[in-house]
């Protein structure tokens, strides 16, 4: 896209400044001349993620070690509050 060379300060007209009508035609054709692009490239963004995430042995080691955690703390709260069958079962009074 050409942008016109404009100043920030103000200066008298020359040669070489446009005027505020070739300003205001120029802005007006990039405005009407803007179409949206044709949305995300999801392919794309998914392999950049892909690349930039952690790497597979990390991930897998992480949720194993989650996994061993959470099973062993079910084990230990379902142990202390005799829950399922890993609570100690009751034996019967009238063994001879």
Known sequence: MKVPYVEDKTTQEGLGTPSEDDIARTIRNTVEGWAPGRGPDWPDILMRMAVAGPPLWAVYATASVALVILLVGAFLIGTT?????????PLPANIH
């Open 81 to 89: 509050l005799h829950i399922g069958s890993l609570a100690p079962q």
